[in-house]
């Protein structure tokens, strides 16, 4: 098993099989969020329809961190 250096940019690096699996998730939400975006800046979808899949995401994400236990429970966050 090999051993990853510190990142600077990163001080925190997934320890457990669950931060893992939500930092894939969290870069999969970003991804997402970057086609959506550009979907809207082309007029390919309107505003609310953006709006509407990015909230969309955002919940998802949460509802994962928190199935998943990462970080401490702090309700209405972000809503």
Not at 27 to 38: A, D, G, N, Y
Not at 47 to 56: L, N
Not at 68 to 75: C, E, F, H, V, W
Request: proline share 8%.
């Amino acid at each position: 098993m090999s051993q990853q250096l510190p990142n600077p940019d990163h001080p925190h690096q997934p320890n457990s099989p669950e931060e893992i699996l939500f930092n894939n998730n969290l870069r999969e939400f970003t991804v997402k969020i970057e086609h959506i975006c550009s979907l809207e800046m082309n007029g390919k979808i309107p505003q609310e329809e953006a709006y509407r899949r990015i909230r969309d995401l955002w919940k998802a994400l949460k509802r994962s961190k928190k199935n998943l236990g990462i970080g401490a429970s702090q309700d209405g966050e972000g809503d």
